[in-house]
């Protein structure tokens, strides 16, 4: 059975300041600070009169000189034997590096796409800490003597974003489970298709469709088998030939 654990929240925050470019784990961190997730440590720098948009936290002005900061928080997962447990953080900025415990498990460097990542081998005991840390993407200095960024940051906005700042969870699957599942339709030929992908399935494993009329079920159709004529006119009314 599918979980989920929402790690939106309070989270502990490490401002690292002077350090750049960097997203290995400090052997030591200061003193912790309380940061929320979803959020960017560091304000948008826009002002209008009296009123900054970007200031919704009321975080430190400090925190802005920091362009490298570790984020953490500790989890009771509670796992069955042989269930794999997955992180799934919708955005970080703008670089970051992903640990459970000492235990490196990836890298990111994509602040606009998703982190999916198997944090399982990390995880003991039914406990993991898990650590983001996030810094800048690296710059270059052009012939004109002007300085680029080398990361897709898109606007102010993900020029000066730092942190967890998209909606972040845990998942708990089984062993053998849907991994990925594209629905590819085709008007000219009235067709949808179903393509999943498995991770771990055992040899001779099949999938399985359930069609649904609203909330309810109407049929299950077996992998490569032909739907029934209600079940045919339940896909044509949609116009699914």
């Given at each position: 059975?599918?979980?989920t654990?929402d ?8 401002p ?5 470019c960097?997203?290995?784990l400090?052997d030591?961190l200061?003193?912790?600070e309380?940061i ?7 304000a948008?720098g826009?002002?209008?009169r009296?009123f900054?948009p970007?200031?919704?936290?009321g975080?430190p ?6 362009d490298?900061?570790?984020l953490?928080r500790r989890?009771?997962?509670s796992a069955?034997?042989g269930e794999r ?10 670089r970051?590096?992903?640990?459970v415990?000492a ?7 994509e ?7 198997d944090?399982t ?9 898990i650590?983001?840390v996030?810094?800048?993407f690296?710059?270059t ?6 300085v680029k960024t ?13 942190g967890i700042?998209?909606d972040?969870?845990l998942?708990?699957l089984?062993q053998?489970?849907?991994s990925?599942?594209?629905i590819r ?7 949808i298709s ?9 040899d001779g494993?099949?999938m399985?469709?359930?069609v ?10 077996k ?5 029934t004529?209600?079940v ?10």
């Amino acid at each position: 059975m599918r979980r989920t654990i929402d790690m939106g929240g309070s989270w502990e925050f490490y401002p690292l300041y002077g350090t750049v470019c960097d997203t290995s784990l400090p052997d030591e961190l200061p003193e912790a600070e309380s940061i929320t997730v979803p959020s960017g440590w560091k304000a948008p720098g826009i002002a209008l009169r009296d009123f900054n948009p970007g200031d919704i936290y009321g975080y430190p002005g400090r925190w802005n000189d920091a362009d490298t900061g570790v984020l953490r928080r500790r989890v009771h997962i509670s796992a069955e034997p042989g269930e794999r447990v997955f992180l799934n953080a919708e955005g970080v900025a703008q670089r970051c590096a992903l640990y459970v415990g000492a235990r490196h498990i990836c890298d990111h460097d994509e602040m606009f796409l998703p982190l999916h990542a198997d944090i399982t081998d990390g995880i003991a005991d039914g406990e993991a800490e898990i650590t983001f840390v996030c810094t800048s993407f690296e710059s270059t200095t052009l012939t004109s003597g002007s300085v680029k960024t080398t990361g897709l940051t898109g606007s102010w906005f993900g020029s000066n974003l730092r942190g967890i700042w998209g909606d972040i969870s845990l998942e708990i699957l089984p062993q053998s489970h849907i991994s990925d599942l594209a629905i590819r339709c085709s008007v000219r030929r009235g067709e949808i298709s179903v393509l999943p992908e498995l991770s771990d399935a055992p040899d001779g494993a099949r999938m399985h469709y359930e069609v649904l009329d609203g909330e309810r079920a109407v049929q299950w159709i077996k992998n490569g088998a032909q739907p029934t004529d209600r079940v045919a006119k339940l896909l044509k009314t949609a116009g699914i030939q």
